[in-house]
């Protein structure tokens, strides 16, 4: 599903001392099948711009044929909803002493998704996840962080949308959690021809997963490409310098010849390669 941001506004409290524009004249499209990132502040408005939960105070969305903005019709918001999976930051909550198994069958009631075989489909939704079916009976509330992060996108994998958009997703996680999802947002990418949203500043996650960098600031787009982004100065202006990108410019700097890595593996390989 290709979706295109045409003008897009989106502003509360208009022409009041309250008013907040989230959004500002952002124009952009996101190619389907492609792993894209926004950074920026109060971007959560993206998914419920997408899923049509709000509506754009001017300009539009397109995804494919279908059309969203402020005044349009839509005949069928479920069909719509149906094909995009919002993992918000607290979208679980309300279920915490539900177990996964009663989760995933009201996830998959709320939009109508209806598998042959109700138990293997359960199973299969952790499976992609990296749980097993014993995950099935356990309660929300005595899940590990990381194991309630599978369980969210499980949530919304098990009624099989075609776009994911994921917002802070990988805030507090450690770095092997981070790898784990890495590779299977990779494989949902690749395999399973999923196009993913990822709404964060985590460029170190970013790094070698993103087709597209989108930069909001004070609702405008103001800075876009694609990985190479994370070299360019001008990202800066917005977000912090990781690490990696700081010592890398540093020793560029005082003349020493380095590839411009992302994978901090990769980078002590050539350090350990070049040490004399």
């Not at 022409?15 to 950074?39: Q, T, W």
């Not at 939009?111 to 293997?120: C, D, L, Q, V, W």
């Not at 890495?182 to 990822?198: A, D, E, Q, V």
């Amino acid at each position: 599903m290709e979706i295109v941001f045409n003008n897009l506004n989106y502003i509360e409290n208009k022409n009041s001392s309250l008013e907040k524009k989230y959004l500002e004249d952002v124009n952009l499209i996101i190619n389907s099948g492609d792993i894209v990132a926004f950074i920026g502040e109060n971007l959560q408005i993206i998914g419920d711009l997408v899923m049509a939960i709000k509506r754009p105070s001017k300009g539009e969305i397109k995804l494919d044929s279908l059309v969203i903005k402020r005044t349009s019709h839509i005949d069928n918001v479920l069909e719509l909803r149906k094909k995009i999976g919002f993992v918000s930051a607290s979208n679980i909550d309300n279920y915490s002493s539900d177990t996964v198994k009663n989760l995933l069958k009201k996830t998959m009631k709320n939009y109508e998704y209806k598998p042959s075989n109700m138990a293997k489909h359960l199973a299969d939704s952790l499976k992609i996840v990296g749980l097993d079916d014993s995950y099935l009976n356990k309660k929300v509330n005595t899940l590990s962080f990381t194991e309630l992060k599978k369980v969210k996108l499980a949530c919304v994998l098990c009624y099989n949308p075609e776009v994911l958009i994921l917002e802070n997703f990988t805030s507090c996680m450690i770095f092997r959690d981070k790898e784990y999802f890495r590779k299977l947002f990779l494989k949902l990418k690749n395999k399973l021809k999923k196009t993913i949203i990822l709404i964060s500043s985590d460029l170190p996650f970013l790094f070698d997963i993103v087709d597209k960098v989108y930069v909001i600031n004070k609702g405008k787009l103001s800075f876009s490409g694609d990985k190479d982004i994370f070299y360019e100065d001008k990202l800066y202006k917005y977000i912090e310098m990781p690490e990696i990108i700081a010592f890398t410019k540093y020793v560029q700097q005082e003349g020493h010849m380095i590839s411009e890595y992302t994978d901090i593996k990769e980078l002590i390989k050539e350090i350990y390669r070049n040490v004399k």
